[in-house]
């Protein structure tokens, strides 16, 4: 069955069957809003990202549950990095006319699943058709309480510069899918199933341990950089002191340019964070508690701009790096 | 100047210097979340809309400021409809690389005109190129004090039926385009450049006068059908009582067919309300405050269903109406 068969109306009601509303929904899928409680105290979170069929996946090389997981993640991925609780999802699809209801529904249990995950709930949306490529538009809402809340302006001189997990797996994934490779089922769980670091951002928050952070998405050099300016600060990053994963290390074995991956490459979903140096030893049994790895990676300047040592100590200043996505 | 050459960042950096941080916005426009205050008290209302083109517009019918504007208008509208009152707004836009600096500007200050005119503030977004049409992607976010909430389901037998304004102009207006004809000034306004009822949702609301309510985007049978559902009612609509303009009614006396684009055309951005019949007598006051009609049109019944009486008393049920995005 095609979409054009099961219809716009057939679709929100299948949809409202799967979903009765969630904790603090009031008044879920089926009105003209959703009316949802915040707790008392708390912040409002909102950020809002889109995913386009040919800009941000190719329909060849993902399955749709996995996609829909990930149009969960990389919203979720920006609650964490406020410190927040994720909470409420919106989901806006354009669906060419030809897409098969069971792409549809797979690509939903893969949303619902991510969802139910992070502990948030579905709470309303939008669909139509699209004449041209599909289109996902996901909005997330979470909450923090307001003394908790983790900008990226209260960095300062001296704090050291953490990040989770490793970096540039998704962008070698990425790299090997563009080049017609199949990527090991590693890389491409990385590049085609990100986790959020929800249980990271709010422990962060709560400690009060992380004086600034920022979510990993267009890669290191470009979220560091974005992060050195709202505070005001310089940083110095020890190129070697990346946190890499075995299969990435492989890799970097053969060609060693693939550095720039994990410096730039983006789509990491990791967080990367600053930590007043009197409060390093914390870390550790985080990390432990978390499962997760939390490395430093260098420390802030009083600036301006980044600076990139190597083994070597040879130093160099990066260009601004990230992707641009009306050039690219 | 193309966006292309504007770049990603140049575009964020520019909106972030027209957009200082609003009444309520701790963290706006550059970091990974806005950062929100919502009342004590008060539910978060929040709707979200898609607008595609070639699907809910196309350029050559259109000026880039009154897309804009319509574009705020058509999510603030669902908020009204809650009784509440708007207060963030979240763009998300997928931009075709070759599409005009100018034509972005126009509709950049279109947008931001409209959500100064309804008191709500840009808060956040997301960008990326489109390999093919323009999409607009708009999530808004307001509140309302708790008790005050007007969903779809507290309607009951005997309430008297009500929309505000007049209906078809705008579904009349796109008839007329569709067709290669300029429509006249009036209707070609009421199609590009709706205003959303905020001031009667919340007066309604605040006065707890409206037993249910909806906005009409997708034409009265349909919306009313929704409402209908949701409340266990059923519902009897007199059409000759149908508030009409001046334009509109001009066109019925030559075409007597084009009733149906009010009762089931889409787009007029009224609310429909149903309201105890013991306070019908509070709506002319405040239709005088509001310098808005408000016409009852027929009354709720124990249903189910809809009818709708000709000024014959002829009978007859519609088909369920509203525009179906996939089959469209």
């Not at 979409?3 to 979903?19: K, M």
């Not at 995950?117 to 997330?140: H, K, N, Q, W």
């Not at 299969?247 to 340019?257: H, K, M, N, T, V």
């Not at 508690?289 to 420390?299: D, F, H, I």
Request: hydrophobic share 45%.
């Amino acid at each position: 069955m095609k979409i054009a068969q099961l219809g716009e109306f057939g679709f929100i009601s299948r949809l409202r069957r799967q979903c009765p509303p969630g904790p603090g929904v009031r008044l879920g899928i089926g009105d003209d809003c959703a009316a949802l409680e915040i707790p008392p105290g708390e912040l409002l979170l909102t950020t809002t990202d889109l995913l386009l069929e040919q800009v941000h996946f190719r329909r060849e090389w993902t399955d749709w549950h996995r996609l829909g997981r990930k149009s969960v993640a990389v919203n979720v991925s920006d609650i964490a990095a406020m410190g927040g609780t994720p909470r409420y999802l919106f989901l806006a699809l354009a669906l060419p006319a030809d897409l098969e209801v069971t792409a549809l529904d797979a690509f939903i249990d893969g949303f619902l699943a991510a969802a139910a995950d992070y502990g948030a709930s579905l709470a309303g949306g939008d669909t139509c058709r699209s004449p041209g490529p599909l289109l996902i538009s996901v909005t997330a809402e979470g909450s923090v309480p307001a003394g908790e809340l983790v900008g990226r302006s209260g960095a300062r001189p001296g704090d050291a510069i953490y990040v989770s997990g490793t970096l540039g797996d998704s962008a070698l994934a990425l790299r090997q899918l563009l080049a017609g490779e199949a990527p090991e089922a590693f890389l491409a769980e990385r590049h085609h199933n990100p986790s959020a670091r929800t249980g990271l951002g709010r422990a962060l928050a709560a400690a009060r341990l992380a004086t600034a952070m920022v979510d990993l998405s267009d890669g290191l050099v470009a979220d560091l950089g974005h992060l050195l300016t709202a505070s005001g600060v310089g940083g110095r990053v020890a190129t070697a002191s990346l946190p890499l994963s075995p299969a990435f290390r492989a890799a970097l074995a053969a060609e060693p340019a693939l550095l720039e991956l994990a410096l730039a490459g983006g789509e990491d979903y990791e967080l990367l964070f600053t930590v007043p140096p009197e409060r390093a030893a914390e870390l550790p049994p985080l990390a432990a508690q978390l499962g997760l790895a939390l490395t430093r990676v260098g420390e802030l300047t009083s600036g301006p701009g980044l600076v990139l040592v190597d083994a070597q100590r040879q130093e160099r200043t990066p260009g601004r790096g990230g992707f641009d996505h009306f050039a690219g």
